[in-house]
T-cell receptor, first 114, second 109 residues
Framework: GAVVSQHPSWVICKSGTSVKIECRSL??????MFWYRQFPKQSLMLMAT?????????EQGVEKDKFLINHASLTLSTLTVTSAHPEDSSFYIC??????????FGPGTRLTVT | RKEVEQDPGPFNVPEGATVAFNCTYS??????FFWYRQDCRKEPKLLMS???SGNEDGRFTAQLNRASQYISLLIRDSKLSDSATYLC??????????FGRGTSLIVHP
């Protein structure tokens, strides 16, 4: 299957700092990628759709100025959590679809804000 | 109403049992459907695609019923390693996935 990487796999940061998470499709090109957040024992929540060459589309209730998304190339999307707070601590996952609509997920980034 | 509905379970079954999950969807424009498996603190991994004609992969069988708008997953001869959360996913032409909340399966000795 297709491979999607994410970096870093985990990060601990202080409240008020910003954290950048990278999502890469390693063996295919992805004009679209998706970013999710998952709190413990809860389901995946789609945060935004990252579009190569254009602005991201955010789901209702997700602050676009707080979660900055940049789709720099056909294989890279980044999510920056700005001015992080403890309530932003979560598991952040990205995915990229193949033309067949199968989604391949990155391994996730566990963010802890202290 | 959520677009994709799943019984969260948990389904608690003994090894060797057969277990079935159903998932219903409300968006008739959804084109493609998949089952994913998610282990605790891990990312979802694609288990299988779902076709109207039904498809089978070893102990796993998936079926799509477009008329009734539901998807099913059947697991035969359950193993301890099948314990996980199973996610039902539908996508439309925009590729935006719609996830069910997942069904938890616990297989015990």
């Amino acid at each position: 299957g297709a491979v999607v990487s994410q970096h870093p796999s985990w990060v601990i940061c202080k409240s008020g700092t910003s954290v950048k998470i990278e999502c890469r499709s390693l063996d295919f090109q992805a004009t679209t990628m998706f970013w999710y957040r998952q709190f413990p024992k809860q389901s995946l929540m789609l945060m935004a759709t990252s579009n190569e060459g254009s602005k991201a589309t955010y789901e209702q209730g997700v602050e676009k100025d707080k979660f900055l998304i940049n789709h720099a190339s056909l294989t890279l999307s980044t999510l920056t959590v700005t001015s992080a707070h403890p309530e932003d601590s979560s598991f952040y996952i990205c995915s990229a679809p193949l033309p067949s609509h199968e989604q391949y997920f990155g391994p996730g980034t566990r963010l802890t804000v202290t | 109403r959520k677009e994709v509905e799943q019984d969260p379970g948990p389904f608690n079954v003994p090894e060797g049992a057969t277990v079935a999950f159903n998932c219903t969807y409300s968006n008739s424009a959804s084109q493609s459907f998949f089952w994913y498996r998610q282990d605790c603190r891990k990312e979802p991994k694609l288990l299988m695609s779902v076709y109207s004609s039904g498809n089978e992969d070893g102990r796993f069988t998936a079926q799509l019923n477009r008329a009734s708008q539901y998807i099913s997953l059947l697991i035969r001869d359950s193993k301890l390693s099948d314990s996980a959360t199973y996610l039902c996913v539908g996508t439309g032409g925009s590729y935006i996935p719609t996830f069910g909340r997942g069904t938890s399966l616990i297989v015990h000795p």
